[in-house]
């Protein structure tokens, strides 16, 4: 953009220089031309009786227009407003009337009246007076029937009435101008276009480290830096202080080593976080497992026990069943986190939906509940034990925050189309769709529906659904917080995913997997 500013600039300097110079060789060689006019009309005139001095000696006016001047040099010699003689040297005259009166109506300088023939010498000679020793004033004049304009000198003629006319076109150096401005346009085209291809390759050059440093950066970006023990990539080998490239390259290095030691460190923690989870539930169950038996030998005592006693009693058996759960549920968690490989085996998801949903039918009698099952038995490669408790948790939780009467459907679907967002609902996405074949699993039922702040944080532990959307405050009470955080974690472990979508009168928990072709040997169990 600057360079071609700066050819701009140059074009428009060049172009003024070089019209002020013609222009003024120009005057030049109108003023030597109007000389060589004078003088051949005052010689050609100088012997001629003075009512014929501009009507007798037209062949030898013609004869001094073609000698000594240059083609295309216009003259003429007006006796009052009508021409006496014209001419254009090695060119057509067709002068019209109105170019006439155009001449005509120029003004003369009174200072330029040149001296009689009689006493005038030559122009080259001391004290000499001739129209050279006074230039003659120009005037740009546009001459139609002559095809432009024309640079013009007017001064007296030898005669009193008589002017004469000497011109030259302003074409020649408009032509020059003209071609100078496109040789210009082409040369600096040229360069400008020469510059921009050398420029974009040194440029393209200079940022290949950069373009490196984004590399790096770009796989970075792809790495699971939220998950687990992550090793970046080498730092960039640009690192040479003395350069701007290769100190951003050297502050690029440092940050990368930063993040890294940082995510160690992260890493690290977490693990200690894990096993101490892991340690402590385990740990737990064994002394939970004593209060809850002697809980239950206290309350088989034949003899009379107080009803605060037996009260109390009950609620430490509940409680300790309560906490047995939540420290079973930890401990699965942390092993999950640890990466503790599943059992995989070919898993029937239809007879899963069956059991499950008539277990939910029993449970919440107070609820319809509805299966759509294809006519074929859908298999998946995975841990049946941990579907299981999958298909359990999400169909407790749609009894659990659903009222009395309400709707409960479980559908099953081979190679199912992708989730969409609705305009309506609010929806969140856990894990990555697997891709090739895929079965979809979904419970969606008909109650008031997640509150959308909630939908973010719906698979985080110990998060609770607020209390209005529980069937009963007891119910409410009861949750651990922990049901959909392991159903996110047993999903992701299959390597599915799980797309909730909410909004008042439906919420639909659809758990996508990949579809195993394989069949099971044994014929599917009937509806419930």
Known sequence: MLFALAGAAVSVVTANSLSSSLMSSLNQQLQSATQTWFTCVQSQDGGSDHDDAYHANINGYAACSDQGQAPGTFEVLLTGNSVGYKKTVKEACPLSPADTATLAALKVATNQNPPPAASASSPSEPGGSGPASTPATTSEVTLPSLGGEYLLTKIPGPEGGTDLITGLPLSMIDGTLAHVENTEHAVFGGV???????????????????????????????????????????????????????????????????????????????????????????????????????????????????????????????????????????????????????????????????????????????????????????????????????????????????????????????????????????????????????????????????????????????????TSRARDASASGKSTGLGLAIVDAVVAAHEGCIWVTSRPGMTRFAIILPLLHERADQPQSSPA
């Open 192 to 466: 400008l276009l020469l510059a921009v291809v050398l420029g974009a390759g040194l440029v393209q050059l200079s940022l290949r480290p950069l373009h490196r440093v984004a590399a790096t950066a770009t796989r970075v970006t792809e790495l699971p830096l939220d998950s687990g023990e992550v090793t970046l990539p080498a730092g960039v080998p640009d690192s040479d202080p003395r350069t701007e490239v290769g100190r951003v390259g050297a502050a690029f290095n440092r940050m990368l080593f930063h993040v890294e030691r940082a995510l160690g460190r992260r890493a690290a923690s977490e693990a200690r976080l894990r096993r101490f989870a892991a340690d402590a539930s385990h740990e737990l169950r064994t002394p939970l497992s004593a209060i809850r038996g002697y809980a239950e030998l206290a309350l088989r005592h034949p003899g009379p026990v107080p009803e605060e006693v037996t009260h109390a009693l009950r609620r430490v058996q509940s409680e300790s069943a309560r906490m047995g759960v939540l420290v079973d549920d930890l401990l699965l968690l942390a092993r999950l986190d640890a990466g503790r490989p599943l059992e995989r085996e070919p898993v029937d998801l239809s007879r899963l939906a069956i059991e499950t949903t008539s277990d939910a039918r029993v449970a919440r009698s107070d609820h319809r509940w509805r299966l759509d099952l294809p006519d074929e038995p859908v298999l998946v490669n995975g841990d049946e034990h941990r579907l299981h408790q999958v298909l359990a948790n999400l169909l407790s939780n749609a009894g659990k925050h659903t009222p009395p009467g309400s709707t409960v459907s479980v559908a099953l679907t081979g190679d199912p189309p992708l989730p969409g967002n609705s305009v309506q609902a609010a929806s969140v996405q856990r894990g990555v769709l697997p891709q090739g074949p895929r079965v979809e699993l979904s419970i969606t039922d008909d109650g008031p529906g997640i509150p959308p702040e909630l939908l973010p944080e719906l698979f985080e532990r110990f998060t609770r659904a607020d």
